[in-house]
Nanobody
Protein backbone atom coordinates (compact mmCIF):
# COMPACT_ATOMS: atom_id res chain seq x y z
CA UNK A 1 0.00 0.00 0.00
CA UNK A 2 1.35 3.39 -0.97
CA UNK A 3 1.81 5.88 1.84
CA UNK A 4 2.60 9.59 1.76
CA UNK A 5 3.85 11.27 4.91
CA UNK A 6 3.96 15.07 5.10
CA UNK A 7 5.91 17.21 7.52
CA UNK A 8 6.83 20.84 8.00
CA UNK A 9 3.50 22.43 8.83
CA UNK A 10 3.01 24.81 11.72
CA UNK A 11 2.45 28.41 12.71
CA UNK A 12 4.32 31.13 10.85
CA UNK A 13 4.06 34.91 10.78
CA UNK A 14 2.92 36.73 7.68
CA UNK A 15 5.89 37.41 5.43
CA UNK A 16 7.72 34.38 6.74
CA UNK A 17 8.75 31.13 5.07
CA UNK A 18 8.07 27.46 5.55
CA UNK A 19 9.12 24.29 3.75
CA UNK A 20 6.86 21.28 3.52
CA UNK A 21 8.16 17.81 2.77
CA UNK A 22 6.37 14.65 1.70
CA UNK A 23 7.95 11.21 1.54
CA UNK A 24 6.35 8.54 -0.64
CA UNK A 25 6.73 4.85 0.22
CA UNK A 26 7.45 3.78 -3.36
CA UNK A 27 9.80 4.86 -6.11
CA UNK A 28 7.40 4.28 -9.00
CA UNK A 29 6.37 7.91 -8.99
CA UNK A 30 5.19 9.90 -11.98
CA UNK A 31 3.89 13.36 -11.12
CA UNK A 32 3.77 14.86 -7.62
CA UNK A 33 2.44 18.00 -6.05
CA UNK A 34 0.46 19.80 -3.41
CA UNK A 35 -3.20 20.68 -2.86
CA UNK A 36 -4.62 22.75 -0.04
CA UNK A 37 -7.96 23.32 1.61
CA UNK A 38 -8.76 26.39 3.64
CA UNK A 39 -11.69 26.51 6.08
CA UNK A 40 -14.97 26.91 4.23
CA UNK A 41 -13.31 26.71 0.81
CA UNK A 42 -12.90 24.09 -1.86
CA UNK A 43 -9.72 22.14 -2.18
CA UNK A 44 -7.39 23.65 -4.76
CA UNK A 45 -4.25 22.66 -6.58
CA UNK A 46 -1.27 24.67 -5.37
CA UNK A 47 1.73 23.26 -7.21
CA UNK A 48 2.48 20.39 -9.54
CA UNK A 49 5.71 18.84 -10.77
CA UNK A 50 5.74 16.32 -13.59
CA UNK A 51 7.87 13.21 -13.83
CA UNK A 52 10.26 15.22 -15.99
CA UNK A 53 10.39 18.12 -13.56
CA UNK A 54 8.05 20.54 -15.31
CA UNK A 55 6.26 22.71 -12.76
CA UNK A 56 2.99 24.62 -12.62
CA UNK A 57 1.39 26.75 -9.93
CA UNK A 58 -1.86 28.31 -8.85
CA UNK A 59 -1.93 31.99 -9.77
CA UNK A 60 -2.24 32.94 -6.11
CA UNK A 61 1.16 31.43 -5.22
CA UNK A 62 3.23 32.12 -8.33
CA UNK A 63 6.49 33.83 -7.46
CA UNK A 64 6.18 32.87 -3.78
CA UNK A 65 6.03 29.06 -3.73
CA UNK A 66 8.43 26.59 -5.31
CA UNK A 67 7.79 22.88 -5.76
CA UNK A 68 10.71 20.50 -6.19
CA UNK A 69 11.41 16.80 -5.93
CA UNK A 70 14.25 14.51 -4.96
CA UNK A 71 13.70 11.29 -6.85
CA UNK A 72 16.45 9.49 -4.96
CA UNK A 73 14.54 10.14 -1.72
CA UNK A 74 11.01 9.73 -3.16
CA UNK A 75 10.29 13.16 -1.74
CA UNK A 76 8.48 16.27 -2.91
CA UNK A 77 8.98 19.68 -1.31
CA UNK A 78 7.03 22.90 -1.22
CA UNK A 79 9.05 25.98 -0.33
CA UNK A 80 6.67 28.74 0.70
CA UNK A 81 7.97 32.30 0.95
CA UNK A 82 6.30 35.61 1.75
CA UNK A 83 3.40 33.77 3.35
CA UNK A 84 0.05 35.52 3.66
CA UNK A 85 -2.91 34.97 5.94
CA UNK A 86 -4.86 33.58 2.99
CA UNK A 87 -2.30 30.77 2.67
CA UNK A 88 -3.65 29.31 5.90
CA UNK A 89 -4.91 25.83 5.04
CA UNK A 90 -4.35 22.13 5.36
CA UNK A 91 -1.78 21.17 2.74
CA UNK A 92 -1.93 17.72 1.13
CA UNK A 93 0.76 16.19 -0.99
CA UNK A 94 -0.16 13.83 -3.78
CA UNK A 95 1.66 11.40 -6.01
CA UNK A 96 0.70 9.71 -9.24
CA UNK A 97 2.03 6.17 -8.97
CA UNK A 98 2.81 3.75 -11.77
CA UNK A 99 1.53 0.31 -10.81
CA UNK A 100 2.56 -1.24 -14.10
CA UNK A 101 -1.05 -1.81 -15.10
CA UNK A 102 -2.09 1.80 -14.71
CA UNK A 103 -1.49 5.08 -12.89
CA UNK A 104 -3.22 5.89 -9.62
CA UNK A 105 -3.29 9.00 -7.41
CA UNK A 106 -2.57 8.96 -3.68
CA UNK A 107 -2.74 11.72 -1.06
CA UNK A 108 -1.12 12.26 2.29
CA UNK A 109 -3.00 12.91 5.52
CA UNK A 110 -2.42 16.66 5.37
CA UNK A 111 -0.38 19.12 7.38
CA UNK A 112 -1.75 22.36 8.81
CA UNK A 113 -0.12 25.65 7.91
CA UNK A 114 -1.36 28.68 9.83
CA UNK A 115 -0.17 32.15 8.90
CA UNK A 116 -0.70 34.82 11.52
CA UNK A 117 -1.20 38.39 10.38
Amino acid sequence: QVQLVESGGGLVEAGGSRRLSCVVSTSSINAMGWDRQAPGKQRELVAHISGRGRTSYAESVKGRFTVSRDSAKNTVYLQMNNLKAEDTAVYYCYANIDHGVGYYDYWGQGTQVTVSS
